[in-house]
């Protein structure tokens, strides 16, 4: 089993920035793709970044796309999410996902086999 938590969210004004983090403990020798998706009130969950921890590849959302910025620590089999110049339409709950076998495209939630607890990130305008 792998275990994920998140970390980082918060409450921030517009245009300010926040950075997410995410452990990934357990069985982790194996992981394809790491990802961020959001969830806001009344909406379905979206994808919002992807790494591929091999190859390095890296997929945003359009939304999202020079504003925030996915990473990764090897060592700490860790990835980041570095959110600038937030938006109120940024506010949601945002969850850390692994996919240890790469069986589908990584901007869907499909090959994603772990979850996180999910971490509020409230932007005020």
């Known amino acids: 089993q792998v275990q994920l938590v998140e970390s980082g969210g918060g409450l921030v004004q517009a245009g300010g920035s926040l950075r997410l983090s995410c452990p990934a403990s357990g069985r982790t020798f194996d992981i394809y793709h790491m990802a961020w998706f959001r969830q806001a009130p009344g909406k379905e969950r979206e994808f919002v970044a992807a790494l591929s921890w091999g190859r390095g590849d890296i997929y945003y959302a359009d939304s999202v796309k020079g504003r925030f910025t996915i990473s990764r620590d090897n060592a700490k089999n860790s990835v980041y999410l570095q959110m600038n110049r937030l938006k109120p339409e940024d506010t949601a709950v945002y969850y850390c996902?692994?996919?240890?076998?790469?069986?589908?495209?990584?901007?869907?939630?499909?090959?994603?086999?772990?979850w996180g607890q999910g971490t509020q990130v409230t932007v005020s305008s």
């Open positions: 996902a692994l996919d240890r076998y790469g069986m589908g495209p990584p901007t869907l939630e499909t090959p994603y086999t772990y």
